[in-house]
């Protein structure tokens, strides 16, 4: 019953922003560690930004400085807010949390940026 539902991809210019939510559900959301990841295509999937249960924060030193991982507890929902976009940040991002040993994700929303 775990589900995770991504959005807020799009198109959007090499310099711009945008705000991806990924809301869950199955889970007692506030204990749990939740996880953007992405992948471009040719690429493997690389983790982006993590998020605890106590907000502690990491992030990749690719998007470090750029993208600001958040979560709401009340909305079961974590924000992935992403500034200065480049063509090397396009690819299908996807959230994640680990429940019990196993792997939960979601369905992926894509990001395209454009030069």
């Known amino acids: 019953q775990v589900l995770l539902v991504e959005s807020g991809g799009g198109l959007v210019q090499a310099g711009g922003s945008l705000r991806l939510s990924c809301v869950a559900s199955?889970?007692?959301?506030?204990?749990?560690?939740i996880n953007w990841y992405r992948q471009a295509p040719g690429k493997e999937r690389e983790l982006v930004a993590t998020?605890?249960?106590?907000?502690?924060?990491n992030y990749a030193n690719s998007v470090k400085d750029r993208f600001t991982i958040s979560r709401d507890n009340t909305k079961n929902t974590v924000y992935l807010q992403m500034n200065s976009l480049t063509p090397e940040d396009a690819a299908v991002y996807y959230c994640?949390?680990?429940?019990?040993?196993?792997?939960?994700w979601g369905q992926g929303t894509q990001v395209t940026v454009s030069s």
């Open positions: 994640n949390t680990i429940d019990l040993g196993s792997a939960y």
């Open positions: 998020i605890t249960s106590s907000r502690t924060t």
């Open positions: 199955g889970i007692i959301f506030r204990f749990y560690t």
